[in-house]
């Protein structure tokens, strides 16, 4: 054997068993930045319940009508026609021999279901699709000036009045359309000679209500301005909510054990106790953000108000979809919220018409913003009916948020309770519970936390966006792009 083969020292795999091992606190990867966290305001809940006063609302809003499919047979129970603001005071009676009188109508791609300046009879509610209202300009040309969705509806007003329809609404895809006429409207009244009267009765309570409220639907505040003399001052006073809506905090909860033997024997470098606390705490963190947007109960996809809910009009989130919820939010927004991957998808649109957006550093975190707003990412914004592919990437719809934040501003604000017991963090605490005739040693850890939408303007959603839209660019051709295809 030649020297050069032969062992000449100590070798490194050998010398290892005598060094000190550089180690790790334990990491997790579903640990995320929280930014939602960070950005909110937190107001403190000393009684643990937090309660918004607001004006009185003496005109109800549009509200989206939940349809149920049973059978492939669309549905929907008589109460939600009170969710149609002409329809809202109507008798219990009436509501429901309408709803007994809904057709069911399959349309195709590019109808029109609503021609400007015809007569409209027809009442809808849409199913399943999208449909886009289009009114003439004063230069004689289409303009697009809002799109409707599932549970959202239309031609209401056509139904009770003799006026030709102002707008043009088109299928923009396949729809399933739920619809009731006036000639379905008139055999309701005239089945019981009673009910004619109630109709009207309620309907013109609603047109005087009308008349009577701002676009919010508060009574106006009556005023005088003017340099006239010799004028009557108006008498006026704002009503409040007789019934505001009230907040208590929600609790995240879980038990941490450990065992005595342990955190006694084996606590260095790292407290087994404290590692086994600080992930539980990140767990727990990651609940109250997603929580936070999630809840049916206070999250914020579930606490937006229909008015405040857009759809994308190509299903990728485009700077125009994401203007147009700047106009919905445009008191003072403080930042858009969107998955990842729906921050990506508005990206490549920005690429494809050539407008990148700038960059800002939030936290010394470099963001993207559209019209000087940060766009947040914010995993808990979940891809709906996701799939993943091969590689593992999830492709589907989602929403993105925009939001006002703040009691000053009348916006979104968190809520917690600080000073609670065995507090190691604002609003959470830990306790010791007990020890076991086996060692090992219980703690209860609670979080507790809620959140708030002061007014309904505050916040935004852009809803259907779709992540897995790509453009095709035609690298042959240096001198520009062409038109992109989806794959």
Known sequence: MSDNLLQRSVTTAVARNLANTTKTSPQMMSITPRWLLRLLPWVQVS??????????VELSKAERIDIDFVGGVASFSPEALRSVPLFSRLPVDITTRMANRFKTEVVSLGNELVVEGEDGNKFFIIAEGQVEVLSKGAHGSNLRIALLTEG??????????????????????PCVLMTFSRKDLDAVLNEIPSVKGEFQRAIEKHLELLSATNRYGERNIDLVSGFAENVEIPETFV?????????SLSAIQTIVRVHTRVSDLYNGPYD???????????????????????????GLLHSADPAMRLSTRYGAPTPDDLDELLAQVWKKPAFFLAHPRAIAAFERECTWRGVPPDTTSLFG??????????LVPCDKLEIGKTSRNQSGQQFGTTNILLLRVGEADQGVVGLHQTGIPGEIMPSLSARLMATDSMGVASYLLSLYSSCAV????????????EVAYYHDYDHRNPSGFEDGLGI
Request: glycine fraction near 6%; aromatic fraction near 8%; proline fraction near 4%.
């Open 152 to 173: 959202e509806f239309f031609g209401d007003a056509d139904i009770v009045s003799e006026h030709r329809s102002n707008v043009t609404i088109r299928t923009l895809t």
């Open 47 to 56: 009684g643990g319940t937090y309660r918004v006063n607001r004006t009185k």
């Open 454 to 465: 002061l007014t309904d303007d505050a916040l935004g959603v852009l809803e259907n966006v």
């Open 365 to 374: 975190t470099p963001m993207i913003t559209w019209r000087g707003i940060p």
């Open 239 to 247: 009503d409040y909510s007789p019934t505001p809506k009230e907040y």
């Open 272 to 298: 087994q106790l404290e590692e086994q606390m600080r992930l539980t705490i990140e767990g727990i963190k990651e609940r109250q953000e997603w929580d936070l947007i999630n809840s049916k109960k206070f």
